[in-house]
C-alpha cells in the first residue's frame, strides 16, 4: 500500500495544486486517485493532457494531516479539494479555531485571519464566493484527532499514527520540534513500539528515530532534517523505516512552509519497501501572497510566504 500524506494546506490554493499535480506525475498513484487529481485540475482549469498518460501503481490511501484553512486566501476552494481527494482527514488546530468560532489567541494577527476565514466558509463576505456548508464539513474533519491503521489488513508490516501534533496527546497539538518532553515519551512509551507516526504541525518536513549516543547525550532521540540544501527547482528526500524500532516524521506543509524554504511539498510512504519519500515543489507562492494582500491587506501573513518562515 502506498500512502499519499499532506499537511498543513492553509488556504493555499497555489499550493495544494502543485502537490496534487506533482504527485500524479511522479508519484504513481492508483488510477482511483488519479482521476479524482484530474477532475479537481480541470475544475481549475490548469492543463492536465501530460497527465493523463502519467504512470500508475497499485493501491494507495490518501491521507490529510489537519489545518486545511488559516493564514491563506482560498479556504472555500481548499475545503473542497481536500475532501474531494482525501480519503482521511485529521483536525487541526485552525481547523477547530475555524470551525468552532473559537478566536483564542495572543496575536491579534491569527485571531483577524480566523475571523476572516470563519466569514469566507459561513458565507458572510460578499466579496468572495460564498461557503455552502463549509462550516459543518471543517467541523467534521475537526472531529477526528487520529487515525490509525494497524498491521494487519491494511497491507503494513507495522503499525501507522496519523495525528496533526504530536501523537503522544493528540488534542493538545504539541511541536515535535519544541515540545521535547512530548518527544521523549514517543520514544520511552511501550505504545509506540513498532509504530511509524506521520504529524503535521511544526511546517518542517523531518525524521526524529532514537538516538544511538551520536547526537546529544541529553536526548534519547535525534531529529534528521528532510529540509532541501538549497532552493532547488524541486527536491527529493528519502529515509528508509525498516531498521528503526519507532520512527516520528514531521510531514511538510503544502501551505505555510516554515524551514526557510518557500517550496510546498508532501511525502509518500510505501508499506513494502517501508520508504518514506519527501517532495519539495516549487509553486507560484508569488500569487499565493498577492491573493492574501488582495482579499484582506495582510501582509503578516503574506510574507511569511515569501519567506519560508
Known sequence: MQYFIFSDVHSNLEGLVACLRDYVKHGKPSERTKDKIVKVLEEERLGVRRLISAELGGDDTVICLGDVVGYGADPVRCVDITIAVGDYFIGGNHDLAV????????LKQMKDQWKWTYEQLNGTDNNLSKGNGHLSKLADISSVILQDFNPDGNGSPRKLR??????????E???????TMEVERFFESEMFFDVIAFVGHSHAPA????????YSPDLNYKVISMSPDKNLE??????NTSKEERVLVGVPSVGQPRDKFTQTGYCIYNSETQDITFRRIPYNNRRAAQKIMERRDDEWCASRLMMGR
Open 99 to 106: 470551525a468552532h468560532k473559537i478566536f483564542e489567541s495572543n
Open 162 to 171: 496519523f495525528t496533526h501534533g504530536m501523537p503522544t496527546v493528540p488534542q
Open 173 to 179: 497539538f504539541y511541536y515535535f520540534h519544541y515540545d
Open 207 to 214: 525524521v526524529v528515530v532514537r538516538n544511538e549516543g551520536v
Open 234 to 239: 524541486r527536491s527529493i528526500g528519502c529515509f
